[in-house]
């Protein structure tokens, strides 16, 4: 960063199975969002591997790195990002129009995953005239689009209220329960603990990594 | 439609103001630039269309002179034309005699008058009335002598169709008399082609313009009109060199050298047409990259989310692309509009040009130059977007995310 080189992550030895339901947490600057990137192939280690799905994510070039993400990811933003001037059901199916499905197939698929997400009256509306937890809904939506094997979320519940953002947590779990396998990164560990496997980070490692029996 | 033109018809509705400001600076410049491609081919189509009106591509005038270009006539006229008429390539031939004939007792006391052979005359189109008798339709024993007079001529005398009145030629400015006269009716109302509109002008058969000129114009004429039986250039000039070969009296020019003459005397136009057409393509090109740029500047993060949610550096490169391609478009669809409505309004305020043919038009719609002006114009607008969209397509996802949430 700048002028100096910083080690956001160092050492990092992980495996998160399919299925599973995760949560990184650690105080801020811990190297929790660069990792996150790492397993989503948005960025790639300056040394050591990354597999997902059995494929090596940190030898992919650009192309392949994002057609990979756009098969096999999903991410959920802090800040939604969703396309303000596209409504919900555009915005679900940005990544079905990426994959090559055609129009009708793609307006089915979005229209079954803002039902599954509980927004299916809210299709036609911008993300302007929608709660935050509801924006954040429908970018949990436009991340399932094409079935990804995983769903990485960066502090998904960070621009949320408490209320709403247990309601979104309880989103997550029912998602996993259904067969998705969740990565979220939190600096909250009352929200990690929504998890059923909290690994925190310090410092650029992992300084604990606790399976949770009742998450 | 596709889901990247809809992302990009809503970005661009994103700042409407924005954008309608942008199409409209977008629809100035095209407008701009059809008006000197118009301008720059009307004048030399409008005069070519002016000069072929009625199908005659040669002019026969006195040697060394160009039509109407002084008050020299031909003499021996008659066996000039009987000549040419004998020539098989030659498919008509109108005689003119130019001259002016006092109106005692009118409104303004003379008339520019054209004495022409009215069944193969090619200087007028009647509009209304009946036309005048032709040479072997007994023109001299028609009294009154039947005229075609243009728009101005009634308007300025206050006559109308079907009034007589007398005209005289060989007038004595001492004894304020004429030498001869007629009593024409003015029969038909025309519009003349190669006749200012503001000049008031009469049309009556040769033999009779002849006859009241006098003796020395008995045989007489100012210009001869030749039509090729083949159109062709090639044709035509052959003709023109048969013509110049033959008759050594006379000067033998046809249309496309005519053109050439004109041509060289409007190149200054045209360069000027060139610098301002150039300019209109600068202006439509900056407004563009201004705006696409601008939009992808203020879209970094969005534009970073969508390459990680999966969209590849050329699905973003083509979705700026669009949206500059888009915004040309709008603009270049006002402009069209707007460049043709503009030199409708120029075109009637440079026709008012005192001295001018009627029937001349500097503003002329040439379909091949428009469309390709118009076509530069919009691949120089999409080709604005060039530099941005590879820019939106080079944005580290990483890096724009923090700071945007910085931001």
């Keep these: 960063m700048g002028d100096a080189e910083v080690h956001a992550v160092r050492g990092i030895d992980l495996d998160i199975a399919r299925g599973e339901f995760a949560a990184i947490t650690g105080p801020s600057g811990c190297g929790k969002s660069t990792l996150l990137h790492l397993l989503g192939a948005i960025d790639a280690p300056s040394s050591g591997r990354v597999f997902v799905n059995g494929r090596d994510t ?7 790195a994002t057609a990979f993400r756009l098969r096999h990811i999903g991410f959920v933003f802090q800040r939604f990002y969703l396309m303000p001037t596209l409504s919900a059901q555009e915005n679900v199916e940005l990544p079905l129009a990426e994959a090559g499905l055609g129009k009708a197939a793609r307006r089915a698929r979005a229209s079954e995953l803002l039902g599954y997400v509980g927004l299916g009256d809210r299709r036609g509306h911008r993300p302007t005239q929608l709660s935050g937890g509801e924006q954040q809904r429908v970018a949990i939506a436009r991340a399932l689009a094409n079935e990804p094997a995983l769903l990485l979320a960066d502090e998904p519940t960070g621009e949320l209220d408490a209320t709403t953002g247990e309601k979104l947590l309880a989103l997550f ?43 | 439609m596709s889901m990247r033109t809809t992302l990009a018809l809503a970005t661009l509705r994103r700042h409407p103001a924005r954008t309608v400001l942008a199409v409209l600076g977008i629809a100035v410049a095209a407008a701009l630039l059809l008006d000197m491609v118009m ?10 269309s002016l000069l072929l009106t009625r199908g005659y591509q040669l002019r026969v005038s006195p040697k060394g002179t160009l039509p109407f270009d002084s008050e020299a006539t031909i003499d021996g006229a008659t066996a000039i034309v009987e000549a040419l008429r004998a020539n ?37 189109v009647l509009e209304a009335g009946r036309d005048m008798p032709g040479p072997r339709n007994g023109a001299a024993a028609a009294i009154p002598l039947p005229a075609v007079v243009n728009r101005m001529f009634l308007v300025r005398s206050g006559r109308k169709l079907g009034d007589t009145l007398t ?65 062709d250039s090639v044709s035509v000039e052959a003709v023109r060199s048969w013509i110049a070969a033959s008759q050594p009296r006379v000067t033998a020019i046809s249309t496309e050298t005519a053109i050439r003459q004109v041509e060289e005397r409007l190149s200054y136009f045209r360069q000027l047409a060139f610098v301002l057409g150039a300019i209109s393509l600068g202006i439509g090109f900056l407004l563009v990259a201004t705006l696409v740029t601008l939009s992808v500047n203020e879209r970094r ?8 949610i999966g969209t590849q550096k050329g699905g973003v490169l083509r979705q700026v692309f669009l949206e500059g391609f888009l915004l040309s478009s709008a603009g270049i669809a006002g402009g069209l509009l707007l460049g043709l409505v503009t030199a409708r309004w120029l075109n009637g305020i440079l026709r008012d040009f005192p001295g001018l043919p009627a029937a001349f038009d500097f503003f002329l719609w040439s379909p091949e130059a428009a469309w390709q002006s118009l076509a530069l114009l ?10 941005p969209a590879w820019r939106a397509a080079s944005i580290p996802i990483v890096r724009s995310l923090r700071e945007d949430a910085v931001g």
């Excluded at chain 2, 005289?168 to 006749?195: H, K």
């Design chain 1, 58 to 64: 940190a030898q992919l070039g650009d192309a392949e």
């Design chain 1, 173 to 215: 779990g029912q998602l996993n329960r259904d067969g998705t396998t969740l990565v979220f990164v939190t600096h909250d560990s009352v929200v990690a603990n929504s998890a059923r496997r909290v690994i925190r980070l310090l410092d650029g490692r992992v300084a604990s990594d606790t399976p949770r029996v009742n998450g």
């Design chain 2, 39 to 48: 301008l720059a081919t009307g004048m030399r189509e409008s005069f070519r």
């Design chain 2, 88 to 124: 098989p390539d030659i498919k008509a031939v109108s005689p003119s005699l130019g001259t002016t004939l006092a109106l005692p007792s009118q409104a303004f006391p003379s008339v520019f008058t054209l004495g022409l052979e009215a069944d193969v005359q090619g200087d007028y």
């Design chain 2, 167 to 231: 005209v005289a030629a060989g007038i004595d400015a001492q004894l304020r008399t004429t030498a001869r006269s007629r009593v024409v009716v003015l029969a038909g109302e025309g519009r003349f082609f190669y006749v200012p509109a503001e000049t008031p002008v009469m049309a009556l058969p040769l033999q009779e313009v002849r006859t009241l000129l006098g003796a020395e114009y008995r045989d007489r004429i100012s210009l001869a009109m030749a039509e090729s039986r083949k159109g």
């Design chain 2, 301 to 308: 993060g969005e534009i970073a989310v969508l390459r990680a």
């Design chain 2, 378 to 387: 919009l691949i120089s607008g999409t080709l604005a977007g060039l530099l």
